[in-house]
């Protein structure tokens, strides 16, 4: 078991890919940071000169703020793409917020009195906001500052899902490979980080009235010059870049497998599964890893390059169900079977088309696959108790947790619930032990390599075959985790590496060994 | 000069004129426009119609900041600048103005030590650590720094308690540097009007209703309203108005047997005189009065007033 390791090895082991995402981190928190107030300030002047637009200007900010940053991310893939843009672009959104409010309040807050007195003794409009306006806002315009700040660096850990990198590399790929170690490698340098900006800019607040000038040119000259310093070497030197998303970047049988299989050394980044595929067709990415399987290797015209020397296990798809749910309501197993062998690469790599190329409807494409297996019935009473079946965020899975709710809803008494969304293995099946849910469709390559860690020896001996690994992972998750494999759907999601159609075959590369080959000779 | 806020008119055909070196005031209650034609004068305000001189010279004019940078004003609330210290406050206009640092320097020392703020002591101290005469001074000192020909005075001593209301108005009263300015001063407050006033326009409405020296209030007021205005403090005010040299030949001397030990300067007031007469067993016996001149009269209480009565129907 590779769990052994404690987090200080980690630490010591990873410790100089941490700073450099600590330092990525920093740049988009900050580049995003400086925008932000170059824009938010004279914004909440602006406002707090022209009373009837700020309720407005405020309401728009804020909305800004209220759209999930992983949508507002997705929103953008269309106009900017992926990588460091997008994310400072999303980033400088969600700063502005408290930015224009703090400089809007503070603004309004000087004293007429005072503002009076300014102007009655001569000073111009300008000489009003630098000499008095300004200054005595300073330090309700630097906590608003503060407060992005903060919220920057929380955010910017989602920039992993668009390859801009950052602290949530770390964080998304240990959640997905179930590496807790890995999972703190990036939150505590974020958490650390949160705690340095905040402590920092609250000493800027309590810094006395006359230092601003001073503080005011030297911060942004000096900010301006570490994120350039830093922003240099991002996009220098990609020869073909690949983007690969967390699960597949950590993962054994992923990226680390080709690396010791094909020797492949090659400029990757870590995008979101969901963004990879836009990157690729965008050109931005050359190569991605994905699912075979997937509707959008039709889609996106990819190819996939042959597995010539075996890196990636078999994936056959099966329903894992909690044993005690088996006991009380044994006809759901029989009923789950009723799929077995009954959707075959083609027909899943099909469904999943409809879904993703075509934009018909999960349910709708369910529906019609049970129609066309003679396998679709009305629904019953429902009365029999709920069954929840989870389902990981893509396609395949939304597509086959639809087809085992109506397959339930018409064959049993039971009353399907479907929690879509559990983000990746780890998510799922935690919530499976956990009882939170009754059932979810597992790959057996996943079943193996994320959630059982087997030994050297083992790996080798499972990895034989499709039945081998298939009977492994049902034994094994039998008796450690009272869980049960039922019988296989039919087709194999293996892990692939893909490449543009064009590309791919204007550089002669049919296989992943062409590929390093390739890498190797440039 | 004439303004109306929203249709509603504020100031109606206001017009006067203040002689050099000389402190007018412009007395009034809430709403009567008298702030508001105060801050026409440097432009605070602009007027819908009218016009304002300032030594024979348009002076709406030029950009409003050249105005009130020649243009010195204390405000009603002080206003000073919180961030500043008290010497950076007393700077400012002069720092506008682009003086050289050493000429500042020297001006903000020469009016601290007149105002009774020790530079050592106060220079570098905040306004927010004064007292609220001591944040007065710096707000005067403020509005002098530049030495402005004109100085305009919003409700000067409002914002302070009675005692160093009256204090502060004292000291301000014995300035030299006020001495030898043109100065138009708000108030609502009458006995402040009386005490600083060389002349004061009474206000009501929008409207002048009547302007002219102290005595010239008291003893003339055509209009009911005045009268009204000054209440109770009409006949203090009186007795207040004018010097015993001014009726000092209406005064009958009278038989000097009974007489007593007191005796008075005729440049006090009458109400002096009573004030003094309060205090001691007086009984109605003769006194002495000397007057400017260096010239005696034996008198008594009653005969003063005779003559002062004498005196005020006369200015009728």
């Given amino acids: ?522 | 000069m004439s303004k109306s806020f929203k249709g509603k008119p504020v100031v109606s055909d206001v017009s006067f004129e203040v002689h050099q070196d000389e402190t007018m005031v412009l007395l009034g209650t809430s709403g009567s426009g008298k702030t508001t034609t105060l801050k026409m004068i440097n432009g605070l305000i602009s007027p819908d119609q009218g016009r304002v001189f300032i030594d024979g010279k348009d002076a709406l004019a030029q950009p409003p900041e050249m105005l009130r940078r020649q243009v010195g004003f204390v405000l009603q609330n002080m206003g000073l600048f919180p961030h500043y210290t008290v010497e950076e406050n007393i700077s400012v206009v002069p720092s506008l103005l682009k003086w050289d640092k050493k000429r500042i320097n020297g001006r903000v020392r020469e009016l601290m030590e007149k105002l009774q703020l020790p530079y050592h002591d106060y220079a570098s101290v905040y306004p927010s650590h004064l007292s609220g005469g001591q944040q007065q001074r710096v707000g005067l000192a403020r509005a002098l720094a530049a030495n402005p020909p004109v100085l305009l005075m919003d409700e000067p001593f409002s914002a302070l308690d009675p005692i160093t209301r009256k204090n502060i108005r004292r000291e301000f009263r014995e300035l030299d540097e006020l001495r030898n300015k043109t100065i138009v001063m708000v108030t609502h407050d009458v006995q402040e009007a009386f005490d600083m006033a060389d002349r004061i326009c009474l206000m009501s409405e929008g409207k002048i209703i009547q302007s002219g020296s102290a005595s010239e209030i008291v003893f003339r007021n055509q209009q009911g309203f005045v009268s009204q205005f000054l209440g109770d403090q009409q006949l203090i005010l009186e007795l207040k108005a004018v010097t015993i040299n001014a009726y000092w030949d209406a005064i009958e001397t009278v038989d000097q047997t009974t007489q007593s030990e007191l005796k008075f300067n005729a440049s006090q007031h009458l109400f002096d005189i009573l004030q003094s007469l309060i205090d001691v067993p007086y009984q109605g016996e003769a006194f002495t009065i000397v007057h400017t001149s260096g010239e005696k009269k034996i008198t008594s209480f009653s005969a003063l007033m005779q003559a002062f009565r004498a005196f005020k129907s006369n200015y009728r």
């Fill in chain 1, 1 to 522: 078991m590779e769990q052994s390791q404690t987090l200080g090895q980690f630490f010591l082991q990873q410790g100089g890919k941490i700073l450099e995402q600590t330092v990525t981190h920093l740049e988009l928190t900050f580049i995003s940071l400086i925008i932000s107030i170059v824009v938010a300030v004279p914004l909440g002047i602006l406002i707090a000169r022209k009373q009837k637009v700020a309720g407005v200007v405020l309401g728009f900010v804020g909305v800004l703020q209220t759209i999930p940053s992983i949508a507002l991310l997705g929103f953008l893939i269309p106009f900017l793409g992926i990588g460091m843009l997008p994310a400072i672009v999303v980033l400088f959104m969600y700063a502005l917020l408290p930015i224009v409010r703090n400089t809007y309040t503070g603004i309004t807050q000087v004293d007429r009195s005072v503002l009076e007195a300014a102007t009655a003794i001569g000073m111009s409009q300008s000489q009003r906001l630098w000499k008095v306006e300004l200054p005595l806002a300073f330090p309700v315009i630097m906590s608003g500052i503060r407060t992005a700040a903060v919220i920057n660096v929380g955010v910017a850990t989602l920039a992993a899902f668009i390859a801009a990198g950052g602290l949530g590399e770390f964080i998304f790929a240990g959640i997905a490979l179930n590496n807790s170690n890995m999972i703190l490698a990036g939150a505590i340098p974020a958490a650390v980080l949160a705690i340095i900006l905040d402590h920092l800019f609250a000493l800027f607040r309590g810094i006395s009235i006359r230092s601003i000038k001073a503080v005011s040119i030297v911060v942004p000259v000096f900010l301006l010059a570490a994120a350039w310093i830093n922003f240099a070497p991002f996009g220098a030197g990609k020869e073909m870049l690949a983007g690969f998303e967390p699960e597949f970047m950590g993962r054994q049988d992923g990226y680390p497998g080709l690396k010791k299989v094909y020797g492949l050394d090659m400029n990757t980044v870590m995008i979101h599964d969901a963004m990879m595929y836009k990157g690729i067709d965008d050109g931005k990415l050359d190569v991605i890893g994905g699912y075979s399987t997937d509707g959008r290797v039709k889609a996106y015209n990819l190819v996939i390059l042959e597995d010539d020397q075996h890196n990636f296990p078999p994936y056959h798809a099966a329903p894992v169900v909690r044993m005690d749910f088996l006991k009380s309501h044994p006809e759901v197993e029989e009923v789950l079977n009723l799929l077995a062998g009954k959707i075959t690469d083609s027909v899943m790599i099909a469904m999943n088309y409809k879904v993703d190329h075509l934009k018909q409807s999960p349910e709708q494409v369910a529906k019609e696959f049970l129609l066309q297996h003679g396998l679709w019935r009305e629904p019953q009473s429902g009365k029999g108790g709920v069954f929840r079946i989870g389902s990981k965020v893509f396609t395949e899975q939304y597509t086959l947790a639809s087809i085992y709710s109506m397959l339930i809803a018409g064959h049993t008494q039971l009353k399907p619930v479907t929690s879509t969304g559990l983000g990746g293995t780890k998510i799922c099946f935690d919530a499976l032990l956990n009882n939170q849910i009754d059932f979810y469709v597992e790959y057996t390559g996943t079943g193996l390599l994320v959630i059982l860690h087997p030994d050297e020896q083992t790996l080798k001996r499972v990895l034989l075959s499709a039945d081998s690994v298939y009977n492994y992972v049902q034994q094994e998750f039998q008796s450690q985790y009272n869980l049960k494999w039922t019988q296989p759907l039919g087709f194999n999601n293996s892990y692939a590496l893909m490449m543009r159609k064009e590309e791919a075959e204007s550089l002669g590369i049919t296989t992943i060994s062409q590929l390093s080959d390739y890498l190797k000779n440039d």
